[in-house]
């Protein structure tokens, strides 16, 4: 059974940087896509930053240049560094994996960033 539990999330004031983690287990992590998406309250869940296993990565042309994604094979862990967080960042961020066992989520971390 896939587990993702995320962490990281916090109130923090426009301007400031949080890292986020996802700790993954059940997969060869080594071979998943790792991906971080977020949502509004009324809005559709939104792809923020996605690695896959050989090291490309995407990025939301909202984040291009603010935030970066990175993960550690050793740790099964992927991360999300935010920097420069505006307002409009705030959400419920979301880890998510694609493997060969299918798409996992994580319960989802709170991000608030206060102007």
């Known amino acids: 059974q896939v587990q993702l539990v995320e962490s990281g999330g916090d109130l923090v004031q426009a301007g400031g940087s949080l890292r986020l983690s996802c700790a993954a287990s059940g997969i060869i992590f080594s071979f998943a896509t790792m991906t971080w998406y977020r949502q509004v309250p009324g809005k559709q869940r939104e792809l923020v930053a996605s690695m896959t296993g050989g090291g490309s990565t995407n990025y939301a042309d909202s984040v291009k240049g603010r935030f970066t994604i990175s993960r550690d094979n050793a740790k099964n862990t992927v991360y999300l560094q935010m920097n420069s967080l505006k307002p409009e960042d705030t959400a419920v961020y979301y880890c998510?994996?694609?493997?060969?066992?299918?798409?996992?989520w994580g319960q989802g971390t709170h991000i608030t960033v206060s102007s």
């Open positions: 998510n994996s694609e493997s060969y066992l299918g798409v996992s």
